[in-house]
Every structure is written in structure tokens, then in C-alpha cells.
């Protein structure tokens, strides 16, 4: 566990190279199927985090991707039992679709889990920006800025100055475009 911490603080820092030795490190030791419920979570987390890693290099795609590595955390999350890490992994599906150019499927996927139980509220807020960033990337512009605003209503409920911030730079962006397509 301290080597994952490790790993999140490496991300942080965008220290790619160190966070995938001590990935490394740990998961070489360790096969899933060999495992018992401790180690197959540990491995589940790993998983996520390279994941992450890939997603942060923009390797979204093909075998060493982050979409496989999502995909294989959250079935590992899903083997034991445990909604809540399943959730954020189809987050994270939907942020890797949508950098991969799927942006229908992306808003579709971020719309269904604005709504979606198991993801905390500031999850839940971050999926719904994320709804009008890629509708705002399809050109539906003024839906987007509608939705965007929501979610900086959302932020401001959670008292979320970051994604509140973050936000109100993509209504920035999102807003000229949509009164200029109201014209």
C-alpha cells in the first residue's frame, strides 16, 4: 500500500518513469489468479494506476493501453465485489473514449454516470462537466453550455473551488462558441 501512495504521489508530479517502477516492483511479484482477496485488490489498484499512467501519456489505445488497463481493473474490482471502484473505472473508460475520438459514446457514458449511485458527488459533478466538454467538441454548443452550467452548480453545492474553477474555464470556452452558433 505505501508503494501505491507512492505511485499517486509520482502521478501527481508527472513522474511517469519512477511511478511505473514501483508499479513494477510490487505487480512482477504478484499474479491476480494467485492471490488471495488482499492481493488481488492490490493488484486491482496497480492496475488502475498504470492505467492512469498510460491515460496521462495519451497511450489510450492497443495492448498497452489504458483502456485495456481500465478494463482489466475494473473487472478485477468487479471479481471482488466492490461498486464503488467499478464506477470510477468507467469514468476513467469514458475519459479514455473520449480522448480516443469516441464522443458520442464518451457524452453518453458521462450522462449515465452523472446519475450513477456508486461514484461520489464530486464524481457524479465531474461527469456532467465532462458531458459538456464532449458535446461542446461535437459542436452542440449550446446544450453544452447549458450542461457545463449545471455542473458549475454542482461544484459550487460541494464547495469544489477546483472543479468550480475548472468549470468556469469551459463555459469560457464553450459560451462565444454557442451565442455565435445562436446567430
Excluded at 62 to 69: C, D, Q, T, W
Excluded at 97 to 116: F, H, K, V
Excluded at 145 to 163: C, H, N, T
Aim: overall charge neutral; charged content about 30%.
Amino acid at each position: 500500500m505505501d508503494d501505491l501512495d507512492r505511485v499517486v504521489m509520482a502521478l501527481s508530479r508527472q513522474d511517469f518513469a519512477f511511478a511505473e517502477a514501483l508499479l513494477g516492483r510490487w505487480s512482477s511479484r504478484s499474479l491476480p489468479g494467485e492471490s488471495d482477496d488482499r492481493g488481488l485488490y492490490l493488484s486491482a489498484r496497480s492496475t488502475t494506476l498504470l492505467g492512469d499512467i498510460r491515460r496521462d501519456q495519451g497511450a489510450v489505445t492497443g495492448p498497452l493501453s489504458a483502456r485495456r488497463s481500465c478494463s482489466e481493473a475494473r473487472a478485477l474490482f468487479n471479481q471482488l465485489g466492490i461498486p464503488r471502484r467499478v464506477g470510477r473505472l468507467e469514468l476513467s473508460l469514458a475519459v479514455v473514449a473520449e480522448m480516443s475520438g469516441e464522443l458520442d459514446a464518451a457524452a453518453r457514458r458521462y450522462e449515465t454516470l452523472a446519475g450513477d449511485e456508486r461514484l461520489d458527488h464530486r464524481d457524479r459533478a465531474r461527469a456532467r462537466l465532462w458531458v459538456g466538454t464532449a458535446l461542446s467538441k461535437l459542436g452542440e454548443y449550446g446544450h453544452a453550455a447549458y450542461v457545463v452550467q449545471s455542473a458549475i452548480r454542482k461544484s459550487e453545492d460541494l464547495a469544489e473551488p477546483g472543479d468550480w474553477a475548472g468549470a468556469h474555464q469551459k463555459l469560457g470556452v464553450v459560451l462565444p462558441n454557442a451565442r455565435q452558433q445562436d446567430k
